[in-house]
């Protein structure tokens, strides 16, 4: 477990980060009025408190934000972690994507010292999943439960690229923070033999396959149709626990036909299109379905069973 010891922004490009004790992380973009926030994989920048603090022993005149990081972690050696490693942080989700960095033209902290720690010492990663944080929260490693997962997205527009995608994005935000290896994240159109030829293909590879979206009342809305022809053993209580959850918050989730199905060692479970009724679905599916997986793929006895 780490502690975040300083958030830091800048909000002009070429100005040196300041502690501003806690911020909004923005899905996909960073930190709230970041200057280097946006749509790229250096979204949030890391820096090991341990790193920072034998530097400052050494009497160089450093601040928190100095180096240019928006967070200063204590209890991780943020260079060792592999890229691709997911942290948690209270409902925030980030994932590495890359290691150290070359130090940029200008660098106040190397023009004072004639060193930077921050180009090998420094990880830099997207926000899978927004939310606020602070000074003093934690930060963990999310463990990987070593099952592989897929998230079809069924949307005419978001195939099209009239419409930006975010349910699956969100889909594969929460199953990397439940431990699972994202093997593929796939939009296709409302096209029920389109689904079907899809979810065939992902279950090849992934223990669980997710969809998003199709699972209303149009005449475009194929998903659990595509789901039960590609599925051999039907799985209801996942769908009916899902629709129960989701009828606590609102009424309309009596409108879902949507359905949860076997095929060979791999789960295909239909959800929403919305971000947040993905992301509720999945808050309240992923814990009680661990022991489930563990049967279903071979790796953990019957219930009842020694």
Known sequence: MGIIKAVCISE?????KKSVGSARLIEDWGLENDAHAGKWHRQVSLLSYEAAEAFR???APVTD???GENLLVEGYDMKSLPVGTVLLCG???LEMTQIGK????GCRIREITGDCIMPREGVFARVLRGGVIREGDEITVAERNGYTAAVLVCSDKGSAGEREDKSGPAAAAALK????EITETVIVPDDE???YSELIRLTKSADLVITSGGTGLSERDHTP???LRAGEKNVPGIAEAIRYNSLLITPRAMLSRAVAVMRGRSLIVNLPGSPKAVRECLDYLLPALAHGMGILTGRENECGMT
């Open 193 to 195: 033999d389109r689904i």
């Open 91 to 93: 409902d925030s989700v």
């Open 177 to 180: 923070a439940a431990g699972y």
């Open 65 to 67: 934000g100095c180096f």
């Open 57 to 59: 022993a050494k009497g």
């Open 225 to 227: 149709e595509a789901t």
């Open 102 to 105: 070359e130090c940029h033209t």
């Open 12 to 16: 002009k490009k070429g100005t040196v």
